[in-house]
């Protein structure tokens, strides 16, 4: 079926097919913030609180790695199919996580449902970018992208109003209702979209050498979290096995008739751009998101509601920018200097905020974060544009899976390292001869000090980020 066909297939289901999109999106989406709230009460439930990140660990390796295992079989079997199979399997583990009696249950339940999630996460955006012509995708990538807005704004208020109300196990049982409303838009609406030339060959070998190479690599990161209680040698073990993983996973991609991770993307300039600067964009949102809530609650001393309501306007500004950036790559078909605005937006971000104290008053720390928001809502969807542009629509799915994949990467990489800088700040000497408050205020200043460089570092790449204009007819660039 080509290009063509499909849109005329859909015109007429737009919005049922947008709704259907938007509410699988924000199961997901939800998931994130709701756990965040969720989590102390679990723990007080189930015991295990050295376990803690873990079924967050779980949760975002399987999800990182099944989006792009997905968006590949779903060139295969389908869109609806594969979409459909995520939805039903998310829902079906956030029953087990609901059940389960121990805190090792839970990371295992946690685990399975990250499949389900990394399809979700992944796999509406590739269904936007097969209906819609290039200028019209941005427009509904920034819709799209705004679900995470507003997850991420509500989810910490409804995860704490669910959890004092009906206890911890109702943040996964509320997610039945809204997959299987979900479920039951897509079925009638999404016509099931498939690539016609591609060969039924799962590339088992690149499957299994990704997986094993991308899971040593979180657990590496995941223990170097708490150096002083892993053995270095454990660490550097599952590093070098990561290694050797990565050597096979390109040699066997190179063979595959059908490689889970085509090697000739990376010979595209737009693609290498887009793949990190998706990464850098991902932790400087993060840098964000977890520590002006602990600047809020620990060096100015609020409750924890009140920290939550303070990043309402950032995770507002963030879901504006992010619809109104569509909207104008939608209108000029241009997206470079967006680019560009998006990382010096992002860097005054990050240097406000690396320049707050214990003395900072809290409407100048609401004022720093919403720029930060701004700039961080117009990535959501910049690199997912630029990539399906640039590539034939056989491409789409494994181009826009990639994009979430690295910006994945991205916070696995860096949620450690910053919290690394802020452990290594608060045991240095400066911190122990200053009170606490201060030592925190100092430790959170060197992660956006850290994050400035980041910004740096995406602002000269954004110049090297070759620009197609984006047709307006109802076909793809080849």
């Known amino acids: 079926m080509n290009h063509e066909s499909h849109f005329t297939l859909v015109k007429n289901k737009i919005n049922l097919i947008m709704a259907g999109l938007m509410v699988g999106l924000l199961v997901a989406a939800f998931d994130y913030s709701i756990m965040g709230t969720a989590m102390p009460k ?35 079997y389908g869109r609806k199919h594969v979409l459909i199979a995520g939805i039903i399997t998310f829902v079906i583990t956030s029953v087990m996580c609901g059940l389960a009696t121990s805190m090792f249950q839970l ?43 507003l997850a991420d704004v509500m989810g910490p208020i409804l995860g704490g109003v669910i959890t004092d109300t009906l206890g911890w196990r109702w943040v996964f049982f509320i997610n039945v209702p809204i997959g299987i409303t979900a479920v039951t838009i897509i079925f009638y609406s999404l016509p099931n979209f498939k690539l016609p030339d591609v060969k039924k060959n799962i590339d088992i070998s690149g499957i299994i050498t990704f997986t094993l190479a991308l899971s040593a690599l979180f657990l590496a990161i995941t223990l170097a979290g708490n150096i002083n209680t892993s053995p270095l040698v454990e660490i550097v073990g599952l590093l070098v096995f990561s290694g050797v993983m990565l050597v096979l996973f390109i040699s066997a991609e190179k063979r595959a008739v059908e490689p889970v991770l085509p090697l000739r993307l990376f010979r595209n300039s737009i693609f290498n751009v887009s793949s990190v600067e998706s990464f850098l964009a991902a932790a400087l949102m993060f840098s964000g998101i977890i520590y002006i809530p602990l600047f809020a609650q620990g060096v100015l001393g609020m409750s924890s509601t009140n920290s939550g309501f303070i990043m309402v ?50 409407y100048m720390l609401i004022l720093y974060s919403t720029v930060l928001g701004v700039g961080s809502g117009m990535a959501y969807n910049i690199f997912n544009v630029a990539v399906q542009n640039a590539f034939p629509m056989r491409d789409i799915g494994v181009v826009t899976a990639s994009m979430r994949f690295f910006r994945n990467v991205g916070t696995i990489v860096f949620v450690p390292i910053f919290g690394y800088i802020m452990n290594f700040t608060l045991g240095s000497s400066t911190a122990v001869t200053a009170s606490y408050l201060q030592a925190l205020a100092i430790s959170i200043q060197n992660i956006f000090l850290t994050a400035i460089i980041l910004a740096f570092v995406g602002l000269i790449m954004a110049f090297f980020l070759q620009e197609i204009p984006l047709s307006g007819d109802e076909t793809t660039n080849s």
């Open 42 to 76: 679990v723990i007080n439930s189930l015991q295990g609180m050295e376990y803690y990140t873990w079924p967050f660990t779980s949760y975002m390796l399987t999800s990182t790695i099944a989006v792009i295992l997905f968006g590949k079989l779903s060139d295969i």
């Open 107 to 149: 990371i295992i339940f946690r685990g399975i449902q990250g499949i389900g999630g990394g399809i979700l996460l992944s796999l509406p955006f590739i269904v936007v970018g097969e209906i819609f012509s290039p200028r019209d995708r941005a427009k509904y990538m920034g819709i799209l992208g705004s679900v995470f807005g």
């Open 313 to 362: 306007p950032m995770l507002f500004s963030l879901t504006l920018a992010s619809i109104i950036t569509g909207e104008i790559i939608s209108r000029t078909g241009k997206y470079k200097k967006l680019v560009i605005a998006e990382f010096i937006i992002t860097g005054l971000g990050v240097l406000l905020l690396a320049t707050m104290n214990e003395n900072t008053p809290y």
